[in-house]
């Protein structure tokens, strides 16, 4: 038996919300666990997130929707990520295991004291349009929380983008505060709970934050045992079996031990340039918006003692523009909404549109390095008129007739021009290509249909636009001058390939066998979704789900939860 510093009966490598719910699990199970973070903060990739979980038939949307179901669910998860040999990370088995453990698991940590709510009653699922689509909300968020209540761990929480006491998705309407009097009354509310906030020396976050902030508080409370600065730096084997890990504890070699299994939630490898040349050529690293540590060092780890990698050309794409604070901002300059409104439209480098701006985050990124391949497009631009601009932000700015940025001039960030000829100019495109395309585009709104790419079809992408533009809330045309134009990247919020596991989440050796004693969920794995996101929160409901399937396993309880 190999001799160990120390020995848990269930080890975890990383402290994202997969870790934490897992952790819980086996303490409720009467079991110590212990959470392995290489970094200073606590929390991975899910602090910095939205926080969002994808969980269909929750005990939310059932309490709303009578006729939510499983059945549903799976029926549209088949759908949308169907079978493949290129995904061989989803198959019906883990999807069907998913719907069904995924409302336990959240009913689980609801009952540890980790406090959730639906996160909007309006957040559709992405491919809301195929059968069993949800056009209300499957989504899920923890409420905001005051992270004081963390003591000398809150400064060891993962910092969020949101440091603010409100709901997400009260967060998200704010865009709309010229526009709505409701929204109006919403900013205001925010900013006398800041105040209040303030007065009574609390400090409030929301979003992955919240999420994190409650279920470090929770597993805390539990008493797992949780290391920051702690990486691990091999998986140790015996007789074909993991029985522990070495790590890196005040720069010296420490070894810790088993006896029930070691789960690996460590993130994907999104800050790995390395590895992104490899399987994601024309990414960048800093393109991601990932924590410092996503590096891939355990994906390469679990490849050398017999885990098979697959999707490893897959990420979670979400588009962002470069704008001057592109390099210094937390979070990167998001660009979702800024095509999904009304009034803009991509095109790449030829003058051309080429997708449905309005779809998911996902499928926009991975359209753009397809499109690479044949056409220039990365960057592609973002195209807007003068209207669009007094309405919408761009990269968390006004940039109307008198509030645009001095940096975004200066810069040559934002491209400006009288005309449509004179903006392609700018942009090194065909100026009667580019007129052409405003132009169809422009007829395509007068119709109310989008020909070409079908936007504003799907109510996700309604969603995505302007609820107070009628009669299509993503359909708008250019044709107030000045125009505009910034560049548009494919970003990420995490890759999306890694090990791939079973249905309980164990990983699985190149004969389809299981690696006795070791498991694994989140971005560390190829994902149950296959190359598909369907829907708000398609990475945190699946690692937490998954790392809570895994303890039950592990502490052989799969039947009492």
Same mark, same amino acid.
Request: proline letters at 6%; glycine letters at 10%; aromatic letters at 10%.
């Given at each position: 038996?190999?001799?160990?510093?120390?020995?848990?009966?269930?080890?975890?490598?990383?402290?994202?919300?997969?870790?934490?719910?897992?952790?819980?699990?086996?303490?409720?199970?009467?079991?110590?666990?212990?959470?392995?973070?290489?970094?200073?903060?606590? #929390?991975?990739?899910?602090?910095?997130?939205?926080?969002?979980?994808?969980?269909?038939?929750?005990?939310?949307?059932?309490?709303?929707?009578?006729?939510?179901?499983?059945?549903?669910?799976?029926?549209?998860?088949?759908?949308?990520?169907?079978?493949?040999?290129?995904?061989?990370?989803?198959?019906?088995?883990?999807?069907?295991?998913?719907?069904?453990?995924?409302?336990?698991?959240?009913?689980?940590?609801?009952?540890?004291?980790?406090?959730?709510?639906?996160?909007?009653?309006?957040?559709?699922?992405?491919?809301?349009?195929?059968?069993?689509?949800?056009?209300?909300?499957?989504? $899920?968020?923890?409420?905001?929380?005051?992270?004081?209540?963390?003591?000398?761990?809150?400064?060891?929480?993962?910092?969020?983008?949101?440091?603010?006491?409100?709901?997400?998705?009260?967060?998200?309407?704010?865009?709309?505060?010229?526009?709505?009097?409701?929204?109006?009354?919403?900013?205001?509310?925010?900013?006398?709970?800041?105040?209040?906030?303030?007065?009574?020396?609390?400090?409030?976050?929301?979003?992955?934050?919240?999420?994190?902030?409650?279920?470090?508080?929770?597993?805390?409370?539990?008493? $797992?045992?949780?290391?920051?600065?702690?990486?691990?730096?091999?998986?140790?084997?015996?007789?074909?079996?993991?029985?522990?890990?070495?790590?890196?504890?005040?720069?010296?070699?420490?070894?810790?031990?088993?006896?029930?299994?070691?789960?690996?939630?460590?993130?994907?490898?999104?800050?790995?340039?390395?590895?992104?040349?490899?399987?994601?050529?024309?990414?960048?690293?800093?393109?991601?918006?990932?924590?410092?540590?996503?590096?891939?060092?355990?994906?390469?780890?679990?490849?050398?003692?017999?885990?098979?990698?697959?999707?490893?050309?897959?990420?979670?794409?979400?588009?962002?523009?470069?704008?001057?604070?592109?390099?210094?901002?937390?979070?990167?300059?998001?660009?979702?909404?800024?095509?999904?409104?009304?009034?803009?439209?991509?095109?790449?480098?030829?003058?051309?549109?080429?997708?449905?701006?309005?779809?998911?985050?996902?499928?926009?990124?991975?359209?753009?390095?397809?499109?690479?391949?044949?056409?220039?497009?990365?960057?592609?631009?973002?195209?807007?008129?003068?209207?669009?601009?007094?309405?919408?932000?761009?990269?968390?700015?006004?940039?109307?007739?008198?509030?645009?940025?001095?940096?975004?001039?200066?810069?040559?960030?934002?491209?400006?021009?009288?005309?449509?000829?004179?903006?392609?100019?700018?942009?090194?495109?065909?100026?009667?290509?580019?007129?052409?395309?405003?132009?169809?585009?422009?007829?395509?709104?007068?119709?109310?249909?989008?020909?070409?790419?079908?936007?504003?079809?799907?109510?996700?992408?309604?969603?995505?636009?302007?609820?107070?533009?009628?009669?299509?809330?993503?359909? #708008?045309?250019?044709?107030?001058?000045?125009?505009?134009?910034?560049?548009?990247?494919?970003?990420?919020?995490?890759?999306?390939?890694?090990?791939?596991?079973?249905?309980?989440?164990?990983?699985?050796?190149?004969?389809?066998?299981?690696?006795?004693?070791?498991?694994?969920?989140?971005?560390?794995?190829?994902?149950?979704?296959?190359?598909?996101?369907?829907?708000?929160?398609?990475?945190?409901?699946?690692?937490?789900?998954?790392?809570?399937?895994?303890?039950?396993?592990?502490?052989?309880?799969?039947?009492?939860?």
């Amino acid at each position: 038996m190999a001799d160990f510093d120390e020995t848990f009966d269930w080890v975890v490598v990383g402290s994202g919300a997969g870790s934490m719910s897992s952790a819980l699990m086996m303490r409720k199970a009467g079991k110590t666990a212990v959470i392995l973070e290489k970094t200073k903060y606590v #929390g991975g990739t899910t602090a910095k997130s939205g926080g969002v979980m994808w969980i269909p038939n929750n005990r939310f949307i059932r309490a709303a929707e009578p006729d939510e179901s499983a059945e549903k669910a799976i029926t549209y998860l088949d759908a949308v990520c169907g079978d493949s040999p290129d995904t061989p990370g989803t198959s019906h088995e883990k999807r069907l295991a998913y719907v069904n453990e995924a409302p336990k698991m959240l009913d689980f940590i609801i009952s540890e004291g980790v406090q959730m709510e639906r996160a909007s009653e309006y957040w559709p699922d992405y491919y809301d349009d195929l059968p069993g689509g949800c056009k209300t909300s499957r989504t $899920v968020t923890a409420k905001y929380f005051n992270t004081r209540e963390l003591g000398d761990w809150e400064s060891r929480l993962r910092p969020g983008f949101l440091p603010v006491p409100a709901r997400l998705d009260d967060g998200m309407q704010l865009a709309f505060v010229k526009k709505s009097w409701k929204v109006k009354k919403i900013f205001a509310k925010i900013a006398v709970n800041v105040a209040l906030g303030k007065l009574t020396g609390k400090h409030y976050t929301t979003a992955g934050a919240a999420l994190q902030g409650r279920m470090l508080q929770a597993s805390l409370k539990a008493g $797992v045992d949780i290391r920051p600065d702690t990486p691990v730096k091999q998986l140790i084997i015996e007789g074909g079996q993991v029985v522990g890990v070495e790590v890196e504890r005040n720069g010296q070699p420490w070894r810790i031990g088993t006896r029930l299994g070691v789960l690996v939630n460590a993130g994907g490898f999104a800050q790995n340039q390395t590895m992104r040349d490899k399987y994601q050529p024309g990414t960048r690293a800093e393109w991601s918006n990932t924590p410092e540590g996503d590096t891939g060092d355990m994906h390469v780890e679990l490849e050398r003692i017999g885990g098979v990698l697959a999707q490893m050309d897959q990420m979670v794409g979400f588009q962002t523009t470069r704008s001057p604070a592109f390099a210094t901002d937390y979070v990167k300059p998001p660009g979702q909404s800024l095509t999904g409104r009304p009034g803009a439209i991509l095109v790449d480098q030829s003058g051309v549109r080429y997708l449905n701006e309005g779809g998911s985050y996902e499928l926009f990124c991975e359209s753009m390095l397809i499109r690479n391949r044949t056409v220039p497009a990365v960057p592609s631009w973002a195209i807007f008129s003068q209207a669009y601009a007094e309405d919408y932000q761009v990269a968390n700015n006004w940039v109307g007739k008198d509030q645009k940025p001095k940096d975004f001039v200066e810069s040559g960030y934002l491209k400006q021009a009288n005309t449509v000829e004179e903006l392609a100019a700018l942009i090194k495109v065909d100026p009667q290509v580019l007129r052409a395309t405003i132009d169809r585009w422009n007829s395509f709104v007068d119709k109310g249909v989008d020909e070409d790419f079908g936007r504003g079809a799907r109510e996700y992408d309604k969603w995505l636009g302007d609820p107070y533009h009628q009669p299509n809330p993503t359909l #708008g045309r250019i044709d107030t001058a000045p125009y505009y134009a910034v560049e548009m990247i494919p970003g990420d919020v995490s890759t999306y390939g890694g090990v791939l596991i079973d249905a309980k989440a164990r990983v699985l050796k190149a004969d389809g066998e299981p690696i006795a004693g070791l498991y694994a969920c989140g971005t560390t794995t190829a994902s149950i979704m296959g190359g598909v996101y369907p829907g708000a929160g398609a990475s945190v409901g699946p690692s937490m789900t998954f790392g809570w399937i895994a303890a039950k396993h592990a502490a052989g309880l799969d039947n009492q939860y």
